[in-house]
């Protein structure tokens, strides 16, 4: 008999529940049965409804959600339709999500380094202080990390920027359906995969109706006439997994955002007070860290790749080996457990009997 999967790997996938799994075969089976585009169009009305539950999980208006490709997909995205100086700066702190400031980079911003404090969160006095002398153009904060549980006072640095007339985006892979988002940035992502466990392939982004107007979204000549977003929503789309994201969108919300960030909160803090005890490994988040996310740093010279797969392999249970690209504040690499709200204290015996 084949042991249970142990998924502590929420963070780079949640686990789909059998609801969404049922609503994507049924969407594609109709695709069949009545056309592609017939089939769409009966969709609709639950993608309004994804919309507007995506829409209040991030603080924006109803008209302010697109479904896209990916987070990445949603921040090149910005990157190409939001109008920036040529060498903007981009304010970020070390925790920031790697490919994102080679992402800038690569759009010609300049990446600038936040204050932080020793726990590696935004240092809002020195942000305060920046505002005044030399303010970034964009403010860009992943709101938690990827790679530890580290996050960051968004709702305070949209609060001083707002007041300094400077922009924020937020990446919020990580938070999305694990944290309170509901920040009304300038823009905020993520993907739909993660903390909502919606089918990969697809992301969510956020704009702020203030926002909205200046971006540039390419339109054909005949679509002269659509809004921002309509314009960011057009295009050929994998409507059966969108179907599958607004129905994990609909469990999550009917399940209560609040209830689940609990839930999850809780699971962390069990998993990690589990951790402390188990030798050779080390707790990398900070002592007040809120959220499922659990960073382990090895202290006997474990090869953490190694240990990943090892993991997999003999024991069934999928953790993550985070390398230092996920961030500049890593310079080792870090195993990740993320693990679902209902974390037994079986699995974590099987965890900490696999990893001894
Ligand atoms: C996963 C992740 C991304 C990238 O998401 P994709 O959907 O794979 O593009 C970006 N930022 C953070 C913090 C992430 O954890």
Not at 330 to 335: G, R, V
Request: hydrophobic residues 45%; charged residues 20%.
């Amino acid at each position: 008999m084949t042991e249970p999967l142990l998924h502590l790997q929420t963070a780079a996938a949640g686990r789909a529940s059998e609801g969404t799994i049922a609503s994507m075969t049924d969407h594609l089976a109709l695709e069949a049965s009545v056309g592609s585009y017939p089939a769409q169009a009966e969709a609709a009305p639950v993608l309004e409804r994804a919309y507007r539950d995506l829409a209040g999980l991030l603080g924006v208006d109803e008209d302010g959600v697109a479904l896209v490709g990916s987070a990445t997909d949603a921040l090149r995205t910005l990157l190409m339709t939001w109008p920036l100086p040529n060498g903007a700066a981009v304010g970020v702190v070390p925790a920031e999500w790697g490919p994102n400031v080679d992402a800038f980079i690569h759009h010609d911003l300049r990446p600038v380094l936040m204050d932080v404090d020793d726990r590696g969160v935004l240092d809002l006095d020195a942000l305060q202080r920046t505002l005044r002398s030399s303010p970034p153009d964009v403010l860009h904060l992943t709101h938690l990390a990827s790679h530890r549980c580290v996050s960051q006072p968004v709702v305070e640095a949209i609060a001083l920027c707002r007041s300094a007339g400077v922009t924020v985006w937020v990446d919020a892979a990580q938070s999305l359906g694990h944290l309170d988002t509901a920040f009304g940035a300038d823009a905020a992502y993520a993907p739909g995969r993660k903390w909502l466990a919606g089918p990969r392939g697809l992301g969510i982004l956020a704009v702020r109706a203030s926002a909205r107007d200046q971006l540039t979204p390419f339109r054909t000549r005949t679509d002269a006439d659509l809004s921002t977003i309509e314009a960011l929503r057009k295009g050929e789309r994998p409507v059966a997994a969108q179907v599958g994201l607004a129905h994990a969108v609909r469990e999550h919300v009917q399940a209560g955002p609040s209830e689940r960030r609990a839930a999850l909160a809780a699971a962390g803090a069990r998993l990690r007070q589990v951790m402390r005890d188990v030798p050779g490994w080390a707790v990398a988040d900070p002592l007040d860290a809120v959220g499922a996310i659990v960073g382990l740093r090895p202290t006997d010279g474990q090869d953490v790749e190694a240990v990943q797969r090892r993991l997999a392999r003999d024991h069934r249970i999928l953790v993550t080996a985070c390398l230092p690209w996920r961030s500049a504040e890593i310079s080792e690499p870090l195993l990740r457990l993320a693990p679902a709200a209902a974390l037994t204290a079986d699995e974590m015996g099987c965890l900490t009997s696999g990893l001894g």
